[in-house]
C-alpha cells in the first residue's frame, strides 16, 4: 500500500484508528472458547465488528507466539481474513544482522503477506535496510516508545550535539528510506515530544501507541501530529477488544471503536 | 542452568563453543531434501556431530519463523533432541512493553524451553525485566553487536559522562539483574571493546557473535574476555553448519567444531 492510499483510506473512513489484534487466550470470552480456533475466532468477530472504523490491523506477535505452531496458524488465518485496504502491520520488533534481517523481511512481508513490520533501530542501518528492500512494503521503526523504559535510553542517551538517541533515531533512519517505506513509533504517553517529531519528520507516518490503557492523549497528540496528508496510525488494543467479556463482545468492540473514530473525524476535519 | 554449571560444562569439554543453529534452507545438503523435516534432519545430524565440542547451540529464530508453522515445528523438535547439560539460546533479540515481554518469555522459556533469549535493550528496563523472572532462565542483551551497523547507535549516541551508549546498556542492565541470570552481547569483530566490557562487567557471562564469516578474532576476545570462571560463549554458526555442502557435511562439521575447540582449550589454559 502507499503513503497516497493509506491517505485515501484515512480519508474515506475519516479515521486514522489502527486496531491491535493483541489477542489473548486467558482474556477470550467463555463462550469463544470451545470453538476449533478460538484465537482467529475472536479475531474474526473483531474484526468484522470494527472494520468499519480501522484503517489498520496490528498483531503483536507475541501473542501468537506464545502459543507455539497454533498460534502462527491463527495469525495466517487471521491476515486472510482482513479486508483488502486495510493496512496490515506486524508488531513484531525485529532487527538482526543483515542475512538475518533479509529472512525475517521474507517472513513477515512474503509469507504472511503483512504491509508493514515494527523494526527495533538498535543494531543500527544494516540491520533495517533488508527490511526496506521490498516494494510497496513499510519499516515502522521504533523511536520514541510508549513505556516508562523509554526514559533508559531513547530520552537519556545523547548524541554529541546534545539530542536525544531517540531523535538521532529519527534523523539517521531517514537516510536510510523514504516516507513511502518508512514510519516511526512514537508513544501517545509523551505527547510533549510531537512537536520536535514533526519538526525532524515533516512528511513521515507515525504509529502511536499507548493511547488507552497506557493513558495517552488522543486530542493532543493529533493536534501536534496529523499532517495535510495524515501521518497519523493511533492504535488501541485492550480498550477495543476487551471492552466486554461476554457474548456482546463484538459489540462493545464496535462501539469503543466507533467512539474513537467519532473523535479522529473531529480532528481531521481540524487539523488536515 | 546456573553460572557454575555452565563453567562447569566448559571445563569438562575444555571449550566455551555455541553453535548456532542458523539453518537456511537453500543451504542444505541436496540429499537431505526428500527427508520428511529436512531443518531437523540437518539439526539432528549437526548435533550428533558437534555435541562433544558445543557447550551451547542458539537457534537464530529468524531461520525458522520465515519457514512459518512447520519452521516451529522443527524447531521444537530440534530443541528436543539437543542432549541434556547443553545451554540452549533462542536468538529472537526480542523486547516489547511489560505485558508483551512476559508473554515472549513464556513463549520461549516455557513452551519452548530454552535457557536463554537475545533481549534488545532499546525500550530499556521494563521491556526486560519480565525476562528476568524465570528462575534458572537467562536473558543475554545486546549491548556490542558484529555488525556494520553497531556504529550507528551504540557506539555514536553518548551519555552526558560522554560513554557510548553500549556502555552504558552494561551499567543499566546491571541494576536490573544479576550475573546469574544476564549475559551481554559482544561482538568479535571489536577486540579492542572487550577489556571495557570485562572493566565494566567483569563476572558476566559475553555471548560473542562474529567469530568466522564475520571476521573476529577468537584469541584476542579470549585473551581479554576470558574470566576465572569462563565467560565467554563463542558462537560460530556458518563455518560450522556449511564446512561441506555434500553428504560428508556433518563430519566436516564436527572437524570444524574439533578445530575451534583446540583453539579454546589452548586458551582455557592460557587464562583461566
Redesign the interface.
Known amino acids: 500500500m502507499t503513503k497516497q492510499q493509506l491517505w485515501e483510506a484515512i480519508q474515506r473512513k475519516q479515521s486514522y484508528l489502527c486496531v491491535g489484534l ?1 489477542t489473548d487466550w486467558q482474556k477470550i470470552p467463555a463462550h469463544l472458547r470451545g470453538s476449533p480456533d478460538p484465537i482467529f475466532e475472536f479475531n474474526k468477530q473483531i474484526i468484522d465488528a470494527t472494520a468499519d472504523f480501522a484503517v489498520a490491523y496490528k498483531p ?1 506477535l ?2 501468537y ?6 498460534g ?2 491463527s495469525l ?1 488465518k487471521t491476515l486472510a481474513y482482513i479486508p483488502p485496504g486495510i493496512f496490515t502491520i506486524a ?1 513484531a ?6 542475512n ?2 533479509a ?2 523481511a ?2 513477515f512481508f512474503e ?2 503477506s503483512f504491509d508493514a513490520l515494527t523494526v ?9 535496510q533488508p527490511f526496506l528492500g521490498h516494494p510497496g512494503k513499510w519499516v515502522v521503526l ?1 523511536a520514541l ?10 530520552q ?5 550535539d546534545g539530542q536525544p ?1 531517540y531523535t ?2 529519527i534523523r ?1 533512519a531517514q537516510t536510510w528510506g523514504t516516507a513511502e517505506q518508512l514510519m516511526f513509533v512514537v508513544g501517545a504517553t509523551h505527547p510533549q515530544a510531537f512537536a520536535e517529531v514533526r519538526r525532524l519528520a515533516p512528511d513521515h507516518f507515525l504509529l502511536v ?1 499507548g493511547y488507552g490503557a ?1 493513558g495517552g492523549d488522543l486530542a493532543e497528540v493529533s493536534r501536534l501530529g496529523l499532517t495535510k496528508t495524515g501521518g497519523l496510525l493511533v492504535n488501541a488494543s485492550r480498550g477495543i477488544l476487551y471492552a466486554s467479556s461476554g457474548i456482546d463482545f463484538a459489540q462493545a468492540a464496535r462501539l469503543q471503536a466507533q467512539s474513537i473514530a467519532q473523535q479522529m473525524n473531529t480532528n481531521l476535519q481540524l487539523y488536515c
Chains 1, 2 share one sequence.
Not at 93 to 98: A, F, Q, S
Not at 145 to 154: A, I, L, P, R, Y
Open positions: 493483541d503483536n507475541a501473542f507466539e506464545s502459543l507455539g505452531p497454533a502462527w496458524e495466517q508488531d520488533k525485529r532487527g538482526d544482522i543483515g538475518t534481517s529472512l525475517y521474507r517472513a509469507t504472511l527495533a533501530p538498535y543494531m543500527g542501518r544494516d540491520s533495517v521504533l516508545t510508549s513505556n516508562e523504559g523509554s526514559q533508559d535510553f531513547q537519556s542517551a545523547l548524541l554529541a538517541l538521532s533515531v539517521a501507541p497506557q
